[in-house]
Structures are given as structure tokens and as C-alpha cells.
């Protein structure tokens, strides 16, 4: 029988077996998937900060080359991981990699720009990982990375739907899974294509969905001062954080 704190695990265990046959064609040339190769500190993740009830759970749409793609931690930022969440584990390389993109896990010197302001403001608000995640918790909906020949990345909205239909199958199933494990009274999607994959995934959930501007440095907004304008959006939601 297996343990409901082994729930969280179980679920990234299953999701890790079921996007490994997928299959993506070009303009994809390269699939990472952390869940594999960096699963060491994504599972000590998930053991440390991932079991019991949460009021709030957090999510965005898949990693970034600099994140959660070097630490298996959603946003991971190294030295946020590191330093302030405190796991710091050996990680793999990906079967295939891109040489423009690297996997140098925890000795990666890039900044994950998204990871640092979303982490930066759940520490300048919580003060510690023990005050956060009593409360919260940060997933992401797919785990997978997808680049192209020159290392651009790909997001998952922009596959043709013969291979988004099954990549959302499976990640839709996790979703609802982990939803049902910390019965939330939030969920929030980091960004437009978090909220619309909640809103379609869990419509049938009594839980109530928001959005908090993304962190990319990709968007002007988010560059103008992301932290204030995520924090009067939760607010407007009606969170108290």
C-alpha cells in the first residue's frame, strides 16, 4: 500500500514514465527532462517541502534552460536552491545535449532571471522555506524542456497538437493528482498558459484559479518591476501572503 506522503513522489514517478516514449518532431531537436537526470534533488523536493496540505499551489508551464532544466527544482534558480531551499544533489546529463545549452547542475553559472524574481519574492515575503510551504507549494505543469537546433527554447503551447494532445494527457493527469493530494483553496498559474491549462484541467475541482503576471525577462512589464506587480495581483485575488 503506498504511503499518501509518498504521493507527491509517486506522481513524478509516473509522469517521468509516461512523456519518455513521446516523440517530437522538428522545428524540436532536443528533450530534456529533468525529472530523469537531475531526479535526485527533485525528489529531495519534493520530500522536504512537497507532503501534507497546502493552502496555495503555484505553477508555470515548463522549465527554463537555467532553472529548473540544472536543478530539477520548478523556477530553480541555483543559488536560490542552494542557499535559501538548502538542496544542493548530483546531476546527470541528458541523454542527448545541446552544447549550446549545457546541463552543469549545481556548478551552472547562468541565472535563471524568471526563478531568481519568483523565488526572490516568495523569501522577501516568507523569510524561510518553513513559513512557505506550510502553506504553499511551486509545481510546474510540464517538466519538459524543448529546444531547437540553434538552442532557442521552445514552450509547449507552440507544439503542433499531434504532440501536444499526449504531452497534456499525461500532464493533466499529474495536475489533477496533485491537486487532489494538497486540496488547495488556490491555484495559480505563473503566467496566461498556467491559469488556461488549470481552468481547462481542474473545471471540475472546488478550487478557485488565478494568474500572477510570468517573471520572464522576456516581458516588458515583468522587467518594469515584477515583484510589486505580482504582489498587487495576489492581492486582488484576495490572498494574503
Same mark, same amino acid.
Given at each position: 500500500?503506498?504511503?499518501?506522503?509518498?504521493?507527491?513522489?509517486?506522481?513524478?514517478?509516473?509522469?517521468?514514465?509516461?512523456? !519518455?516514449?513521446? %516523440?517530437?518532431?522538428?522545428?524540436?531537436? &532536443?528533450?530534456? /527532462?529533468?525529472? =530523469? &537526470?537531475?531526479?535526485?534533488?527533485?525528489?529531495?523536493?519534493?520530500?522536504? &517541502?512537497?507532503?501534507?496540505? !497546502?493552502?496555495?499551489? +503555484?505553477? *508555470?508551464? $515548463?522549465?527554463?534552460?537555467?532553472?529548473?532544466? #540544472?536543478?530539477? @527544482?520548478?523556477?530553480?534558480?541555483?543559488? @536560490?536552491?542552494?542557499?535559501?531551499?538548502?538542496?544542493?544533489?548530483?546531476?546527470?546529463?541528458?541523454?542527448?545535449?545541446?552544447?549550446?545549452?549545457?546541463?552543469? *547542475?549545481?556548478?551552472? #553559472?547562468?541565472?535563471?532571471?524568471?526563478?531568481?524574481?519568483?523565488?526572490?519574492? @516568495?523569501? $522577501?515575503?516568507?523569510?524561510?522555506? !518553513?513559513?512557505?510551504?506550510?502553506?504553499?507549494?511551486?509545481? /510546474?505543469?510540464?517538466?519538459?524542456?524543448?529546444?531547437?537546433?540553434?538552442?532557442? $527554447?521552445?514552450?509547449? =503551447?507552440?507544439?503542433?497538437?499531434?504532440?501536444?494532445?499526449? +504531452?497534456?494527457?499525461?500532464?493533466?493527469?499529474?495536475?489533477?493528482? +496533485?491537486?487532489? &493530494?494538497?486540496?488547495? /483553496?488556490?491555484? @495559480?498559474?505563473?503566467? #496566461?498558459?498556467?491559469?488556461?491549462?488549470? !481552468?481547462?484541467?481542474?473545471?471540475?475541482?472546488?478550487?478557485?484559479? *488565478?494568474?500572477?503576471?510570468?517573471?520572464?525577462?522576456?516581458?516588458?512589464?515583468? $522587467?518594469?518591476?515584477?515583484? %510589486?506587480?505580482?504582489? %498587487? #495581483?495576489?492581492?486582488?485575488?484576495?490572498? %494574503?501572503?
Amino acid at each position: 500500500m503506498t504511503s499518501s506522503k509518498e504521493i507527491p513522489i509517486r506522481i513524478a514517478q509516473r509522469l517521468r514514465r509516461e512523456l !519518455k516514449p513521446l %516523440k517530437f518532431a522538428s522545428p524540436v531537436s &532536443y528533450v530534456y /527532462n529533468p525529472l =530523469d &537526470y537531475a531526479w535526485r534533488s527533485h525528489s529531495e523536493y519534493l520530500r522536504r &517541502y512537497g507532503l501534507g496540505r !497546502k493552502e496555495v499551489v +503555484l505553477f *508555470g508551464m $515548463n522549465p527554463g534552460p537555467w532553472g529548473m532544466a #540544472q536543478t530539477g @527544482i520548478p523556477f530553480g534558480e541555483v543559488a @536560490i536552491v542552494r542557499d535559501w531551499l538548502g538542496i544542493e544533489a548530483k546531476v546527470d546529463k541528458p541523454e542527448f545535449e545541446h552544447p549550446k545549452r549545457p546541463i552543469e *547542475g549545481f556548478e551552472c #553559472q547562468r541565472t535563471e532571471v524568471s526563478g531568481a524574481r519568483l523565488w526572490g519574492f @516568495i523569501r $522577501n515575503v516568507f523569510k524561510t522555506p !518553513k513559513r512557505f510551504f506550510e502553506r504553499c507549494f511551486v509545481a /510546474n505543469y510540464c517538466p519538459l524542456v524543448f529546444m531547437e537546433d540553434t538552442g532557442r $527554447n521552445r514552450t509547449p =503551447d507552440k507544439l503542433p497538437i499531434n504532440e501536444r494532445v499526449p +504531452l497534456q494527457s499525461a500532464c493533466n493527469y499529474a495536475l489533477r493528482d +496533485l491537486v487532489a &493530494y494538497y486540496q488547495p /483553496n488556490w491555484v @495559480i498559474g505563473v503566467g #496566461q498558459f498556467a491559469e488556461k491549462r488549470a !481552468k481547462e484541467t481542474l473545471a471540475d475541482f472546488d478550487v478557485k484559479i *488565478g494568474r500572477i503576471l510570468h517573471p520572464s525577462p522576456a516581458s516588458p512589464i515583468a $522587467n518594469r518591476g515584477w515583484a %510589486k506587480e505580482a504582489a %498587487k #495581483q495576489i492581492a486582488e485575488l484576495g490572498l %494574503k501572503f
